[in-house]
């Protein structure tokens, strides 16, 4: 395939191979302005076009090869799936910057608290229920004496989930915390984005797995429990995006960063999100353990009664070990801001502490 070659005086020349013209651009004597047409064809086109779609070994007649060697040589950003889940994350962002979407999503987080609140209840009579029924078909008060201690355990457990999940938005609602740049939200958002789509994928494939080879219980629990923790992986990216209105956090991409600020901003944001987040997983734990011990419990009248009790018992166990998880992460955040306050420290001391920098030498007069 030859081509011809507009010279400086406007006159073509060729033919020539697509060899020697790159042979000429190297000299210098094709410039990447310059314009070429091939043998027969209809349109001039700039040399630096053809180069670039031209690829390592010349021209390619094919259409689709061409278009194939434009997509690899681009930058990698313009892909199509990077460009489709860049879309994604930002229309979450700009539903963050949306008040009455932050204002819904809000309240969203107050149900989901409360659904998990008022389930530790709900667990606490579940268990009552249950022992009562292993009682009577046992013919033995153990049972029932476990299940009043449990349904005494789930009142006082429900006090101090709602209690320290309380606590926990005062203390987002009273200390603002600044970040040095807006990067850690996004990134943090983005990989958990990422994370909640593998584990929706992978508890479907284990609950296919359950159902052909286990049971159509554990298949089910699977199912429920993997959509949930992956809903709840996906609300990262959404409070994330809103952590001006739910983290009390402002981002500054043009302040002046000390050594050791980014640090202990670092941390408290870590913290501050695990603060927050702790109340949706305290809500949808407890409806996850809420739905294990209900199915678990429809099972103790088949076949598999063994099992299932097993099942019913260590979902009953979660469901209450679930509401110490807002005063677990209250302590939690309280230490995360004690350890940035000693970063905050340490620098400072090495601050006032470092060696000044020396004055340059005077020359004599």
Not at 61 to 75: I, K, Y
Not at 109 to 132: D, K
Not at 321 to 326: G, H, K, M, R
Request: glycine share 8%; charged share 15%; aromatic share 8%.
């Amino acid at each position: 395939m030859n081509y011809f070659y507009l010279a400086d005086d406007q006159k073509p020349i060729g033919p020539l191979p697509f060899s020697a013209l790159k042979t000429l651009a190297a000299s210098g004597v094709i410039k990447p302005d310059t314009l070429v047409i091939q043998e027969g064809g209809a349109d001039w086109r700039r040399w630096r076009d053809l180069a670039s779609a031209a690829g390592p070994e010349g021209p390619w007649a094919p259409v689709g090869l061409a278009l194939l060697w434009q997509r690899l040589s681009e930058s990698p950003e313009k892909t199509l799936f990077v460009r489709a889940v860049d879309r994604c994350l930002d229309r979450t962002r700009k539903a963050g910057a949306d008040e009455h979407f932050a204002a819904g999503f809000q309240r969203y987080t107050q149900i989901v608290t409360n659904l998990g609140s008022y389930g530790v209840l709900l667990a606490g009579a579940l268990i009552l229920l249950g022992s009562l029924v292993v009682a009577v078909r046992l013919d033995a008060g153990i049972p029932l004496g476990f299940g009043l201690a449990a349904t005494v355990s789930s009142v006082i457990l429900h006090y101090l989930a709602v209690r320290f999940t309380c606590a926990n938005e005062r203390l987002v609602d009273r200390s603002p915390v600044t970040l040095p740049t807006d990067v850690v939200p996004k990134t943090i958002g983005l990989v958990y984005s990422i994370a909640g789509v593998a584990v929706l994928v992978l508890s479907l494939y284990n609950a296919m797995q359950s159902y052909v080879h286990v049971s159509l219980r554990l298949s089910v629990i699977q199912v429920v429990i993997g959509v949930l923790v992956a809903a709840l992986c996906g609300h990262v990216q959404v409070v994330c995006s809103l952590s001006k209105r739910l983290l009390n956090v402002e981002c500054q991409d043009d302040g002046v960063v000390r050594a050791g600020d980014y640090y202990a901003s670092l941390v408290k944001f870590s913290a501050r999100l695990l603060l927050r987040m702790g109340a949706l997983l305290f809500g949808f734990g407890m409806m996850a353990a809420l739905v294990a011990l209900v199915v678990s419990g429809l099972f103790l009248f088949g076949q598999s009664q063994s099992a299932a009790a097993d099942d019913a018992f260590t979902a009953a166990l979660v469901a209450l070990a679930l509401a110490l998880l807002p005063m677990v992460v209250h302590f939690l955040y309280l230490g995360s801001v004690l350890a940035a306050d000693l970063i905050n420290a340490v620098f400072a001391i090495e601050r006032h502490t470092a060696p000044s920098a020396a004055a340059p030498p005077t020359k004599p007069c």
